[in-house]
């Protein structure tokens, strides 16, 4: 084992290796799931756990009784159908959790971290499950075996010795339960601090805010059977076919009924245009259907100018007839409609559309959709929220829906389609950087103890908080957020400042090999696999992006018997921190996740005799737009807002670019190197562009170019990309995350939200003549 002089000095790469592999192009799949779908999905599935270990997992996937499906936070439908509630993707989180793949001390010692960080993340992931608590000493490159007691005892003797509580940061990653949550929420008030960033800080929060701003309440307003029967469905940012597969079903289900589904992106994703359920017998068949009734491929961050054409366009009509708005319910429920008139007077039409780069022809489709129609939803995911002005457009959404009075009845409403398994649970338990009162005093009253009144860092604030060496201890329940997070040099110059760095998690990633001068991996229990304690099999909940909360009992031997749940780590180091001294018995509910339910009743709002609700498929929280209630919102009604469009300045040889995710990733996991539904095989350094960009700027298919992005006069740079011809709009981009995190500014994010801008990033083409 080498030695080194400090360990700030070790020589890990936070970037990781950018060498080509063999790029194929083929043609798009426009064809999603069906047949083939689940055939890649098992396909994955039996290679990497083999079919013993798979077939029961999956059955229980999404089933009273079973568990919930750890990749994405889309719903399941109140009565399950016996055979399969999964699709490809899910398949996939399953098998990359239930790997047999497994790495402990042996592994550790044959690799430092500073060889680990020389494999790409593909390879990273692929070494397979952690399996024992392990140590990266002060001046060591190696991880070596640490006992669960000595890990606990290290961080809460790291804790004690810190200046203040608030230099220490809890990251939290949307896979954790709604137990593990909570506790680990209440740890860190406990210990004197709001530091509670989340992965929500990168991904939702931006609908959070306008949601909350608007119809007061931060979670979308419709359930999975609202979508069945919508006249009008808007899907915009938003890429179901690869993200939330099963959305295409309940979307299948609207067309099925007369509904009309709109795509609003720059890309033509596939599965919204043609779709195979393959729990039909159509689907099976191979018959498919065609999702998407019109698509507007709307340039990067103009959807404020879209909306605002489809609204003016509609308001004209309303002039005519005075029917196409919901005046009573304008009246009776909104503020604000006058002022977004004049807001619309204001621009003249022909502007706007030429703004959007979407033809006028199919925007009057739409209108003419959304004339008529009383039931409408809109869906969206990263492409709105990723934007400076995230927060307006979404707001600009919600204005159409208001317009229209499609909120709070049946088949219409707010649907931001969330990422995580559990992040909106997460949030509805207590992890907030933010101080909320009402918490604060249910915290008081039924934990006994004063938490913190004031606010903490998000993820923006703990990447400039280690960065500036006002934070010493970093701890991530889950997640890999040396990756996930903006710019990419300077997150990984922050994490080194730590002086501890702790990483549980169920899988090797970057986060684990870039850290602070001592770090801890603690192995945990994924959401597959049994917990068992005393001979009882413990389960947790979790809460889907339509606000349900279920039970969720893993099936599956857990990788390794030295494993502990989120739960029993979080209450070991809280117990190791306070010992017998704290009116919560932190080690009582590390045992009895019923206790934890308990407390999670009477704290986080909403939540009523959990345990005994969230059995079967579970309960919904109370939501306030789904009963047009609005009194939190001033005067008692929700507001129609007035945005401003957005204001980009691209200098003539500058591009804006979006990050977006691949079939084969699940967030910064790299299951494999294709995506085929965009047509791409076995590389993910490419860049994709509009066909004439590229004749204009005299760069040919393959040709490979590095990336520049200049905010404030700092230069950043995201090297090798292959340039693959796609239809794309003009002057825009479109690459995968994580490879382009490097080019995100981490002071660059949006209004209000602090959503880094992962989806509108000028950059610069540099052709690179030596490759
Ligand atoms: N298989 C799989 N499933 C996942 C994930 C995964 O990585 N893999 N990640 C999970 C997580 S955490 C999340 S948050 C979600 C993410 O789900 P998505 O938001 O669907 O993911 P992205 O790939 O970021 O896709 C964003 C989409 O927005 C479009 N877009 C970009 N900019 C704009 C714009 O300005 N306007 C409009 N109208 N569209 C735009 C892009 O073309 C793309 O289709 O998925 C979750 N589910
Ligand atoms: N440029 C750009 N950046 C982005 C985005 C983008 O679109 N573009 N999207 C952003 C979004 S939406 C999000 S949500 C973030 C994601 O940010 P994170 O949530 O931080 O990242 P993930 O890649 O989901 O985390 C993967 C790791 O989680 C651990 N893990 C998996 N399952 C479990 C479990 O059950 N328990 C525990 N404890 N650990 C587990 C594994 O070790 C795995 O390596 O990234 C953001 N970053
Ligand atoms: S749609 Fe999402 S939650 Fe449902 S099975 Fe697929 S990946 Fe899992
Ligand atoms: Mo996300």
Redesign the pocket.
């Given at each position: 084992m080498s030695k080194q002089e400090t360990p700030n000095m070790r020589n890990v790469s936070h970037r990781g290796p950018d060498e080509f592999s063999e790029l194929k192009i083929g043609e798009p799949v426009r064809i999603a799931a069906g047949t083939q779908g689940v055939y890649q999905a098992l396909k994955h599935s039996f290679k990497e756990m083999g079919v013993l270990r798979s077939i029961p997992a999956l059955f229980k996937m999404n089933q009273k009784n079973g568990f919930d499906c750890?990749s994405c936070a889309w719903p399941d439908p109140e009565h399950p159908s016996p055979i399969a509630e999964y699709c490809e993707n899910g398949a996939k989180a399953l098998a990359?959790?239930a790997t047999t793949s497994h790495i402990g001390a042996d592994f550790f010692r044959k690799y430092s971290v500073e060889e680990l960080s020389r494999f790409t993340d593909y390879q990273i992931?692929a070494f397979g499950r952690?399996t024992e608590p392990l140590i990266l000493r002060e001046n060591s490159i190696h991880y070596e075996p640490v006992t669960w007691e000595e890990s606990y005892d290290l961080i809460a003797e790291y804790l004690m010795s810190l200046r203040h509580p608030d230099e220490a940061i809890f990251?939290t990653?949307?896979?954790?339960s709604n137990e593990?949550a909570f506790l680990y929420g209440m740890f860190a008030r406990a210990l004197g601090t709001n530091n509670l960033p989340?992965?929500?800080n990168?991904?939702?929060e931006s609908s959070g805010v306008a949601l909350s701003e608007t119809l007061g309440i931060g979670k979308g307003s419709v359930k999975l059977e609202d979508l069945y029967e919508a006249e009008v469905i808007l899907i915009a940012g938003q890429n179901p076919g690869t993200n939330h597969p099963r959305m295409l079903s309940a979307l299948e289900k609207c067309k099925a009924h007369g509904g009309k589904i709109v795509s609003i992106n720059p890309l033509l994703e596939s599965g919204l245009v043609n779709f195979r359920n393959p729990q039909s017998v159509k689907g099976m068949l191979g018959g498919g259907t065609q999702l998407a009734d019109v698509h507007l491929p709307v340039m990067i961050n103009q959807d404020i100018p879209l909306v605002k054409a489809i609204m003016k366009k509609l308001a004209a009509l309303d002039k005519e007839t005075g029917d196409v708005f919901d005046h009573d319910f304008i009246r009776d429920y909104t503020d604000g409609y006058a002022e977004l008139m004049e807001d619309l007077d204001r621009y003249d039409l022909a502007e706007l559309i030429g703004q959007t780069g979407v033809g006028e022809e199919a925007i009057d489709e739409v209108v003419s959709y959304l004339a008529g129609a009383e039931k409408i939803i809109v869906c969206w995911?990263?492409g709105l929220?990723?934007h400076k002005n995230s927060v307006a457009t979404i707001k600009e959404y919600v204005n159409l829906l208001l317009l229209k009075g499609a909120i709070g009845k049946p088949n219409s409403g707010t649907c931001p389609v969330r990422?995580?398994s559990n992040?909106q649970g997460d949030r509805s338990v207590g992890i907030m950087h933010y101080v909320n009162k009402g918490l604060n005093e249910r915290i008081e009253k039924h934990l006994g103890f004063t938490p913190p009144a004031h606010s903490g860092v998000d993820v923006v604030g703990a990447m400039q908080a280690m960065h500036d060496g006002k934070a010493k201890v970093f701890m991530?329940?889950?997640?890999?957020?040396l990756?996930?997070?903006?710019d990419t040099d300077y997150t990984a110059e922050a994490i080194r400042n730590c002086e501890l760095t702790v990483?549980?998690?169920?899988?090797?990633?970057r986060?684990?090999l870039v850290t602070g001068k001592t770090a801890l991996i603690l192995p945990?229990?994924?959401?597959s696999e049994k917990d068992v304690r005393d001979g009882v099999e413990r389960e947790v909940t979790t809460e889907n992006s339509m606000g349900r909360v279920r039970a969720s009992k893993g099936v599956l031997k857990p990788a390794s018997a030295s494993l502990k749940s989120?739960i029993e780590i979080v209450a070991g180091i809280a117990n190791a921190y306070f010992r017998e001294g704290h009116p919560v018995n932190w080690k009582a509910m590390g045992e009895d996740y019923g206790l934890v339910r308990e407390k999670i009743d009477l704290v986080a709002k909403g939540f009523e005799k959990t345990s005994e609700r969230a059995k079967g498929t579970g309960y919904y929280l109370p939501n306030n737009a789904r009963e047009r209630d609005f009194s939190k919102l001033p005067n008692g009604r929700a507001k129609i807002t007035v945005n401003p469009l957005p204001d980009h300045h691209l200098a003539m040889d500058e591009f804006m670019l979006?990050?977006?995710?691949s079939h084969d990733q699940?967030?910064?996991?790299v299951y494999g190197m294709d995506d085929r539904y965009r047509g791409i095989y076995n590389e993910r350094r490419v860049l994709f562009m509009n066909p004439g960009d590229m004749q204009e700027i005299g760069l040919k298919k393959e040709d490979v170019v590095d990336l520049t992005s200049e905010y404030d006069g700092i230069l950043r740079k995201a090297y090798k990309f292959k340039v693959v011809p796609y239809d794309i709009p003009s002057r825009n981009l479109a690459a995968y995350?994580?490879e382009?995190?490097p080019?995100?500014p981490h002071n660059h994010f949006a209004e209000k939200s602090r959503?880094?801008i992962?989806?509108s990033?000028r950059v610069r083409i540099e052709k690179r003549t030596d490759i």
């Open positions: 750890p990359d959790e992931n952690l990251y990653s949307g896979r954790s593990a989340d992965c929500s990168m991904c939702h995911a990263m929220t990723q990422g995580h992040v991530c329940l889950g997640g890999n957020f990756m996930a997070a903006s990483q549980v998690s169920t899988k090797l990633n986060t684990h945990t229990l994924g959401r989120e979006m990050t977006v995710r699940f967030n910064t996991t995350f994580p382009t995190n080019l995100v959503t880094p992962s989806k990033i």
